[in-house]
């Protein structure tokens, strides 16, 4: 289950559901690179170009890569935790969506009922067109070959 979690995050890492966000000031104060915002001043912050900061994820970015979530410990992996400032999908501080947990039990329910029943292969092999709206979706949606498991858990039926 840390693995499915692991790759949830790097899913949402590269494609969040919400790419871009906005909040407004309360007050007068100053951003960590030296911005000054007056109380009121809307202040819009990217998700989605967080998520390809070389800065905050390294020279291997672009590439899908749950292990980055993962952290050695002596000779297990146990999972990072992330700030939510560098990971803002579910926003931070007390914005932060209270719905998160639940949000992340669902998502890890509905991919593992799928995946034991079904094995899921994309048609094409190109690369998802992200729609950059209120909510991303990809372009045409994905397409994929749905083959039924057998009771055991592998293979057609």
């Known amino acids: 289950m840390d693995f499915l979690k692991a790759s949830l995050c790097e899913s949402m890492r590269l494609y969040p559901p919400v790419p871009w966000d906005s909040k407004h000031a309360m007050f007068d104060d100053v951003l960590p690179d030296g911005t000054s915002v007056r ?9 989605y ?3 390809r900061m070389e800065k905050l ?11 980055r ?3 050695e410990t002596g000779s297990d992996q146990t999972l990072k935790s ?14 932060v969506c209270l719905g998160k947990e639940m949000a992340m039990i669902q998502m890890k329910y509905v991919v593992a009922s799928i995946l034991r029943r079904f094995e899921i292969k994309p048609v ?5 067109a992200f729609a950059p709206l209120l909510t991303a979706h990809m372009v ?3 397409k994929v070959m749905v083959n039924r498991r057998n009771a055991n858990g592998d293979g057609d039926i």
Do not use: H
Request: charged residues 25%; aromatic residues 22%; glycine residues 14%.
């Open 69 to 71: 979530w993962f952290q």
């Open 82 to 95: 992330v700030s939510p400032y560098k990971f803002p999908v579910f926003q931070a501080g007390p914005r």
């Open 49 to 51: 170009g967080m998520g």
């Open 57 to 67: 994820w390294g020279k291997d970015r672009f590439e899908f890569r749950p292990d």
């Open 140 to 142: 045409g949606g994905l």
């Open 124 to 128: 094409f092999d190109n690369e998802p």
């Open 39 to 47: 109380k009121g001043d809307r202040v819009t912050y990217f998700p």
